[in-house]
């Protein structure tokens, strides 16, 4: 059985049935960046603006495509796409897993850093991947990790939330049992002050997701520009700064085995 608790989305939602229209990527002016600014190491508030990693990439995609910088349009996971197809921003970059259903929808290029979805518990918890039939996982709304409680994890209680610190926040006050999402995005937690020594991320990996950079579907020039840049910050060091500068500090280790991940071809 599964229950879930089906968020508010507080973005404004531009619906196609009201006249909005996708549109092309505009050649001028900041790049207007989807991007969920709620993930410690990759996008957080600092000062009177963003940092981590995927502020980082962002930026220097701009840079390389001649912009003027980024604008940063705050963007809930589930509506990653939809800011894509309604022209509402020209790029996202937020830990936007590549997925087959995805790229349906949107075009992807640009991969840039490859992580492993765990498991997280409470200290005291014995609980694993393996041993979580009828206990209460919370996960992200429109993240993968819901889709592979739904379709892997038979018995499960879902408890879905619009941000991870609703899931947090349920885990420490006994909720849920277990929050799964990526990696990455749990060690920005267990390194919050509020968090430790209070949880621990099991090792056993559920899924193993690419992140890269949407674009509206079929911009394939837009695409290859996209990809070259990505694979410059690489060349270039800049990401493994960018990496040791926003993730090593809060003590998440890179994969080095499938990072930095190589460019697909655009199609």
């Known amino acids: 059985m599964i229950s879930r608790v089906r968020p508010l ?12 229209t996708p549109q092309t990527v505009r050649e001028t002016g900041p790049l207007r960046v989807g991007m969920g600014v709620d993930r410690p190491g990759l996008a957080v508030r600092s000062g009177d603006g963003y940092a981590g990693l ?9 840079a390389r495509l001649r912009r003027d910088g ?7 996971r589930a509506q990653r796409a939809m800011v894509l197809t309604t022209g509402q921003v020209d790029m996202v970059v937020s830990g936007f897993s590549a997925t087959p259903h995805r790229a349906e ?20 918890s014995a609980m694993t991947l393996d041993r979580v ?3 209460r996982l919370c996960a992200a709304y429109g993240s993968t990790a819901q889709d592979y409680i739904v379709e892997n994890l038979p018995g499960v209680h879902l408890f879905v939330q619009d941000s ?5 926040e349920r885990l420490l006050d006994r909720r849920v049992d277990g929050v799964l999402a990526d990696d990455v995005v749990l060690t920005g937690y267990a390194d919050q002050a509020a968090y430790d020594s209070k949880v621990v991320i099991k090792s056993a990996t559920a899924a193993t997701e690419t992140y890269a950079i949407g674009l509206p579907k ?5 695409c290859r520009q996209v990809n070259e840049a990505v694979a410059d910050m690489v060349a270039t060091g800049a990401w493994q700064r960018s990496v040791e500068a926003h993730l090593a500090p809060m003590g998440y ?3 080095k085995a499938v990072n930095p991940p190589p460019q697909q071809p655009c199609a």
């Open 218 to 222: 079929g911009e394939l020039t837009l």
């Open 133 to 135: 039939t009828s206990r």
């Open 70 to 76: 980024i604008r940063i349009v705050p963007t809930p």
């Open 253 to 255: 280790v890179v994969d």
């Open 9 to 20: 989305l507080t973005a404004a939602v531009c619906l196609l049935a009201a006249g909005c």
């Open 54 to 62: 995927d502020v980082d990439v962002a930026n220097y995609v701009a």
């Open 164 to 168: 991870y610190a609703a899931c947090m």
């Open 105 to 124: 929808q949107v075009t992807f290029a640009g991969a840039y850093l490859v992580v492993h979805q765990r498991l997280m518990t409470r200290v005291s």
